[in-house]
């Protein structure tokens, strides 16, 4: 940059004025510190060289011909904010200077001026125009960068809340693993001490059924006692059944062991008028587990969904897979599951049923937890209950 060159050197600068010696002048002082010279002779003039060519400063006279310089200046700040206006007066009153800067101008300066003090008006106004862009800037990275940390924080605060319920879950799991495992140990023992009298009494009974003498009310006595010893022998059985872990591990294909569990319900599902919807996908893998224990599940929540619906309704069963993992609904449209009692549905013990035992549950939680599987309930009001199972795809599985 020369002696002579302006630090805002290349920028266009707009000369209207309708005297053409004034703007002869200002333009050769304007080319000499490198800037690129516009010109015209009246406002209109003036407005559509600012729209075709946006120069970075108008220098604009007072008092011209066709639109004077006011009205000029008031259009120019109102459509384009970021150009800079010098009016030029020949009037030095107070009151038209007031009246320049309200309406937007810059600086003012009066004719006839020196050419230092034009070239002097002129830097410090491009100095002024381009720290307000700059802050400009700077105001709109602010904005953004304030948009940015409120998006994070909704993301952060989104991922919190994920994870705060991801370990509300696992506690819940943990806690029904812990109860699974307290009942295993109770169950085993509470079974070989309770089944031994258990047997003396069903004995004693039978004896009593053929013994001669007994009338007919008595009998039907001891018939319900046998009937209730069968009853409670059902349950410790069931017992055994929801924490025992067989280990006769071995590829199976789910498809065959849904198939097999919908087969035995059949005639129940015809007698209730049950309308089945299968999806089975015969491309899931096949994985390696003890098929007695998968089949507990799907047992379990058929039972449950068919108990639901004595009256008829529909029963849907989904196989479906991707490369992690294998994802089985199972859903009926009963009377569903009351809020109330959903934390509760995999606790043993905890039935609905007249004569429920509280185990299904707790035993298709314990087989899926086996399997590192996880099993959630989704039921509506009155919209019926879907449970929704999702087990890992392990290394050892084959398709």
Request: glycine share 6%; net charge negative; aromatic share 6%.
């Amino acid at each position: 940059m020369s002696d002579h060159e302006s630090q805002f050197a290349g920028e266009k600068i707009l000369i209207v004025d309708d005297d053409e010696v004034i703007v002869s002048l200002v333009e050769l002082l304007l080319k000499k510190r490198g800037f690129e010279v516009l010109s015209a002779t009246n406002g209109d003039q003036c407005l559509k060289m600012v729209a075709k060519h946006s120069p970075v400063l108008v220098l604009l006279d007072y008092m011209m011909p066709v639109m004077n310089g006011l009205d000029t200046l008031k259009q120019i700040r109102n459509q384009y904010p970021d150009i800079s206006v010098v009016m030029f007066t020949g009037k030095g009153n107070e009151e038209v200077a007031v009246e320049l800067m309200r309406a937007g101008a810059a600086d003012y300066l009066r004719k006839p001026f020196a050419t230092k003090s034009l070239i002097k008006r002129i830097d410090a106004v491009l100095l002024v125009r381009q720290i307000e862009i700059k802050n400009h800037e700077l105001l709109k990275e602010r904005e953004y960068l304030q948009n940015e940390i409120k998006q994070w924080n909704t993301k952060l605060e989104q991922r919190v809340s994920e994870k705060s319920f991801e370990l509300e879950r696992a506690h819940k799991e943990i806690i029904q693993s812990e109860k699974l495992a307290a009942l295993g140990h109770m169950s085993a023992g509470m079974a070989h001490e309770i089944r031994n009298p258990l047997n003396s009494i069903n004995l004693f009974a039978q004896i009593l059924l053929s013994a001669e003498g007994l009338d007919g009310e008595n009998q039907s006595y001891v018939y319900k006692i046998t009937q209730e010893v069968e009853r409670i022998d059902e349950i410790l059985i069931q017992m055994l059944a929801a924490n025992s872990n067989h280990t006769n591990k071995q590829q199976i294909d789910l498809v065959e062991i849904i198939e097999k569990v919908v087969g035995d319900y059949q005639t129940r599902i015809e007698n209730q008028q049950i309308e089945l919807r299968i999806n089975l996908n015969r491309k899931t893998p096949l994985i390696r587990v003890d098929s007695l224990e998968v089949e507990k599940i799907f047992t379990n929540l058929i039972g449950n969904a068919l108990y639901e619906m004595p009256d008829g309704g529909t029963l849907t069963i989904v196989l479906q897979a991707d490369v992690e993992k294998i994802i089985i609904m199972v859903s009926d449209t009963g009377s569903g599951i009351p809020s109330k009692n959903i934390p509760r549905i995999f606790d043993p013990f905890f039935t609905t049923k007249e004569k429920g035992t509280g185990f299904g549950l707790s035993v298709v939680l314990r087989v899926v937890n086996s399997l590192g599987g996880r099993i959630t309930v989704d039921s509506p009001p009155a919209a019926g209950a879907c449970f929704i199972i999702e087990l890992p795809l392990l290394p050892t599985s084959v398709h």
